[in-house]
């Protein structure tokens, strides 16, 4: 097992990982044994990885860093970095190697504040590996001061820091940073290669592997999720009967609420028993006194604390509606399939009735403008839009065709 095995369907990229980590590894035995650095090395100080939701950038990323990390004997009888074994190699893929910094946000965004620590971490030598690695998952998230914050680090980088960039999209990024790193864009992973993944990795069955890796339309996480959680696989089912309920305005509202409701719900089932252990943690850590009493001037850390776990909640429930929406665009986009005879697969396979009766009562035209307002309704959420008009509006929209 190499650490490229978790990296689906990225041969390309992970080609150009593999020699970047020669190099990388070339460049430090050069440094301590002063030998001659080797001429046109594709290792570089800033990495930008791109692609759609569930084509595993942060995984690349992560995989890369191990491989920079690594420190399998068999590198000096000309194996490849990233053996997957050694010591640095585990480390680095569990998340706890010390040279290794892995940034996600459940939050809304990233501020200046800590993007301001990750430049000071960036700017110090590694402790135990072989190069300082800084792994931003969420690189889309950044605010306009924090990516000003983050640009000169990348301009002038420390002589053993390595900077992996991971976004959706290269407009996600400020055109300052990305000019400054190597991009690599990954593609959505093929269905059958995700369902052997879940097949060979998980034990999931073949049968459900195939369903879960269809109906996410090669989306790694969501279709493990799909397979090996049972309400994730109802929720699914409730969004798929949407579509059939939405022919009369009071349907309409009534389905938005319950979209909304199912989100808050998730957000609550989720946020509730993470927000009740940081509190309890941070109460502790601030010396509350026996019957929960803080001591005089932690109102305003505790206060910073509840607004994070509120802002976290926020995201929660808008990732939740979101993957509601993907699902229900990809329902939309079988009834278009259906409806001009097409012989791409079907995603919602399990769905086919409801397929059959929409493409039937429907036209091309209008399921267009459908799919049209369940994207309307996600770039309603990203600019902050209530929930409740932004569903609302797109279920209106939904039945109007």
Excluded at 34 to 42: A, F, R, T, Y
Excluded at 173 to 185: A, D, F, G, K, Q
Excluded at 260 to 283: L, R, Y
Aim: proline share 5%; hydrophobic share 40%.
């Amino acid at each position: 097992m190499t650490v490229w095995d978790d990296l689906v369907g990225q041969d390309r990229v992970q080609k150009q990982l593999g020699a970047a980590a020669r190099d990388a590894d070339a460049l430090v035995t050069a440094n301590s044994t002063g030998e001659p650095v080797p001429p046109g090395s594709k290792m570089t100080h800033a990495w930008l990885f791109t692609g759609p939701p569930g084509s595993g950038r942060s995984t690349a990323a992560r995989a890369f860093a191990a491989a920079l990390q690594c420190t399998s004997p068999d590198r000096a009888l000309g194996g490849a970095p990233g053996c997957g074994f050694c010591d640095g190699c585990h480390t680095s893929l569990i998340g706890t190697h010390a040279d290794v910094e892995v940034v996600r946000t459940d939050l809304l965004s990233i501020g200046v504040k800590e993007t301001r620590e990750l430049v000071r971490r960036a700017q110090l030598s590694p402790a135990v590996g072989r190069w300082q690695v800084i792994v931003l998952e969420d690189a889309d998230r950044l605010t306009e001061g924090a990516g000003n914050v983050l640009l000169k680090a990348v301009e002038e980088p420390a002589p053993r820091t390595v900077w992996l960039l991971c976004a959706p999209s290269l407009e996600d990024v400020l055109p300052t940073i990305r000019s400054r790193c190597r991009h690599l864009t990954l593609r959505t992973p093929p269905v059958d290669a995700v369902a052997d993944v879940l097949i060979r990795r998980d034990g999931i069955d073949p049968e459900r592997a195939a369903s879960a890796a269809r109906a996410t339309q090669g989306h790694i996480g969501r279709a493990r999720r799909l397979a090996t959680d049972e309400a994730a696989r109802s929720r699914r089912a409730a969004v798929l009967k949407l579509p059939l309920r939405v022919e009369d305005i009071g349907g309409c509202l009534k389905a938005a609420q319950e979209l909304i409701d199912t989100a808050t719900d998730d957000a609550k089932q989720v946020s509730e028993e993470v927000d009740a252990k940081e509190t309890e943690e941070m109460k502790a850590a601030l010396g509350a006194a026996a019957g929960g009493r803080m001591p005089r001037g932690t109102a305003g850390v505790m206060k910073e604390l509840e607004d994070r776990q509120k802002r976290r909640k926020t995201r929660t429930q808008r990732d939740s509606l979101d993957l509601a929406l993907t699902d229900l665009t990809g329902f939309y986009r079988d009834v278009l399939a259906i409806q001009l005879g097409s012989r791409i697969a079907i995603a919602n396979a399990d769905a086919q009735d409801a397929l059959d009766r929409i493409a039937r009562s429907s036209t091309p035209e209008r399921t267009l403008r459908r799919i049209e307002a369940v994207t309307a309704c996600r770039r309603a959420l990203d600019r902050n839009v209530a929930p409740l008009l932004a569903v609302e509006a797109m279920t209106m929209a939904l039945r109007a065709g």
